[in-house]
């Protein structure tokens, strides 16, 4: 006899933190060009603006991967040089996903930085949304750990 799989809506959160050896304002500089992410975030080929905001509450990108798969995703809180938090609304298995980047000085010369995002499932087994978070928590790692080479140049 097969087992069947039970498949149901999961919820979850991804947090990584790095420390960066620049000052807030360079951080903050990088990060809030929201359509600066093919230099830093992984396997990015284009970011394009989708709104005629292009910071702040409103604006509204949208990702495109080296696999061809396209993520919209819609900024939904801002508050200049301290966060942004973002919502994606089209190209993820996901029902919900909303994700905030905070900074914040540890000195004048080092700054840290917060990637924290809430997800909740499309329907699929804890096993497969388990390793949909560990891939989401290795592309937040990389990726900041790209950002921070980028900043420490």
Same mark, same amino acid.
């Given at each position: 006899?097969?087992?069947? %799989?039970?498949?149901?809506?999961? !919820?979850?959160?991804?947090?990584?933190?790095?420390?960066?050896?620049?000052?807030?304002?360079?951080?903050?500089?990088?990060?809030?060009?929201?359509?600066?992410?093919?230099?830093?975030?992984?396997? *990015? !080929? =284009?970011?394009?603006?989708?709104? =005629? =905001?292009?910071?702040?509450?409103?604006?509204?990108?949208?990702?495109?991967?080296?696999?061809?798969?396209?993520?919209?995703?819609?900024? *939904?809180?801002?508050?200049?040089?301290?966060?942004?938090?973002?919502?994606?609304?089209?190209?993820?298995?996901?029902?919900?996903?909303?994700?905030?980047?905070?900074?914040?000085?540890?000195?004048?010369? !080092? !700054?840290?930085?917060?990637?924290?995002?809430?997800?909740?499932?499309?329907?699929?087994?804890?096993?497969?949304?388990?390793?949909? %978070?560990?891939?989401?928590?290795?592309?937040?790692?990389?990726?900041?750990?790209?950002?921070?080479?980028?900043?420490? =140049?």
């Amino acid at each position: 006899m097969v087992r069947k %799989l039970q498949k149901s809506f999961q !919820t979850g959160t991804v947090k990584k933190i790095i420390k960066i050896n620049a000052s807030k304002d360079k951080v903050w500089r990088k990060i809030s060009n929201i359509v600066g992410l093919p230099s830093w975030l992984v396997d *990015v !080929t =284009k970011t394009e603006y989708l709104s =005629k =905001k292009k910071k702040g509450v409103g604006s509204i990108r949208l990702i495109t991967f080296e696999d061809g798969n396209k993520i919209e995703e819609h900024i *939904v809180a801002w508050e200049n040089g301290k966060y942004f938090t973002y919502v994606a609304t089209v190209g993820l298995p996901l029902r919900a996903y909303v994700a905030t980047i905070s900074i914040k000085s540890k000195t004048k010369t !080092t !700054t840290q930085l917060t990637w924290k995002s809430y997800l909740n499932s499309e329907k699929m087994s804890e096993k497969q949304f388990h390793e949909f %978070l560990v891939f989401m928590g290795c592309f937040y790692q990389a990726s900041l750990e790209n950002l921070k080479i980028l900043l420490e =140049k």
